[in-house]
């Protein structure tokens, strides 16, 4: 099994290049996804994040108000320490899990948004990042999701600069150009990870 550890800024075009990969017949871990899947209404999960913030974290067709956890969460250290206490060890699981499923020669990628930020590269076999020039990044978000350039901006500033998450790739897929230059560099990238996945 070759573990792959995915990442890339936000709008760098990541989830298109996960998309692409398990096109391919990679399996894909979207850590991001399982960890929403994990507090859906009816999951344990969600029982104690209401536990342990309150029903004002809910909307009124019970699932989680993802905002307003967050602006709870992203204002006080020891609250959010409390969420990843819950929500963690439960992705974790399901993470180990998929794994687990997944054939013994298989290429498996996590899609980890913050690997650089949370040092995660040693636990992968190969680490590729997503690149794009923030300006590209920023322009995207606006078209792609109606997010103002302050807060576009704003996010990008609060993840790691482009030079750290370099400095841990292995393998680079520039991605700011049109989506077939972008699905010719992901053949690439897949030659040199089934060539990597045959040696063993």
Not at 17 to 24: K, N, Q, S, W
Not at 43 to 62: I, M, S, Y
Not at 67 to 86: M, R, T
Not at 96 to 123: C, F, G, H, T
Request: charged share 30%; no cysteine.
């Amino acid at each position: 099994m070759l573990k792959i550890g995915l990442t890339g800024g936000i709008g760098s075009g990541k989830s298109e290049v996960a998309r692409r990969l398990a096109a391919r017949g990679a399996v894909v871990i979207d850590a991001d996804r399982i960890a929403r899947e994990v507090v859906e209404p009816g999951t344990p999960g969600l029982a104690r994040v209401v536990a342990t913030f309150g029903e004002g974290v809910l909307r009124p067709d019970g699932s989680l108000n993802r905002e307003k956890l967050g602006a709870i969460v992203f204002a006080d250290p020891d609250k959010l320490a409390s969420l990843n206490a819950i929500v963690h060890p439960l992705v974790g699981e399901r993470v180990a899990r998929a794994q687990s499923e997944a054939d013994a020669d298989a290429i498996v990628v996590y899609d980890v948004p913050l690997l650089a930020e949370n040092k995660l590269a040693p636990m992968y076999d190969v680490v590729i990042v997503v690149d794009a020039p923030d300006e590209v990044r920023i322009a995207r978000l606006a078209e792609h999701r109606g997010m103002p350039e302050q807060d576009a901006k704003a996010r990008i500033a609060a993840q790691a600069s482009r030079e750290d998450r370099l400095a841990v790739a292995d393998l680079v897929i520039p991605n700011d150009g049109p989506l077939d230059e972008l699905e010719a560099r992901v053949a690439e990238v897949w030659q040199e990870l089934l060539l990597r996945a045959s040696r063993g």
